[in-house]
């Protein structure tokens, strides 16, 4: 008999979280699912019809260390292990930098970078343990490509990009892998009111921020990703050993980062005459 592999999951109540959760569920996994409310993922979920026996929900705040390692401890003493951890809770934010305040900052990277180690550190000392696990994060096209009124949220996907590669050299030694997804527009309700957040107080200043803001708006409910394709990809990326580090989610998402690898060539051929020039004279 195949043990069930266990996983888990932060910002499992909507979005690309929630089909994962789903998939997984129907697939027999055993899934320690967080959200910042469990009866918001249960009601979610009662709405899917999903098989709930295998589910731990557990309500959490990502940026509370302690909170996180609780939920952790739980996860693993519930199931005896953690097979994947996936790092995947997040939200959007579109302003110019000038309109971003100090505290939208300190929210955003709580989220998407301090939630992100805070669940790394809990779930670590486990999969070492065991010699074996894989890490999922979750970053976006956004996390290659920065876009003006994208700034804030590109900041904390940029970081988790590095801190992720960072961390695959670092525990490939402990049996453990590594994969970064990085979606384009999916389906889900990303931009939505309740998932990209807005500046208390805009300018005058900058009107393509608010022609953005409105296309964006109205792109809701057409996007080209489909989330259920996206999760199943993502759940069969996690079985594969040796898998490259990214995970490249829809045709838009190639695109734009196939364009950003060409500029950033084009760049560095441009400086490939000055760049020695602060070198120390050879001797």
Sequence with gaps: MTTPTTWFVTGASKGLGLELVRQLL?????????????????????????????????????????DVQRAVTAAAERFGRLDVVVNNAGYGYLAAVEETTAQAVRDMLDVQVVGVWNVLRAALPVMREQRSGRVVNVSSVLGLVSLPGWALYCAGKFA??????????????????????????????????????????TTDHYPQIRRMVADHRALQGSQLGDPARGAAEIIARASVAGAPLRQVLGSDSHAYATAKVDALRANLAAEADSAPRTDHPAA
């Design 26 to 66: 129907a697939q027999g996994a055993n899934v320690a699912a967080t959200s910042r409310s469990a009866d918001r993922l249960r009601a979610a979920l009662a709405d899917a019809d999903a098989d709930t026996t295998r589910l731990l929900p557990l309500a959490v705040d990502l940026a509370d260390e302690a």
């Design 160 to 201: 988790l990009e590095a801190m992720t590669e960072a961390l695959a050299g670092e525990v490939a030694g402990h049996g453990i892998e590594v994969t970064l997804v990085e979606p384009g527009y999916f389906r889900t309700s990303f931009l939505s009111p309740d998932s990209l957040a807005l500046p208390e107080t």
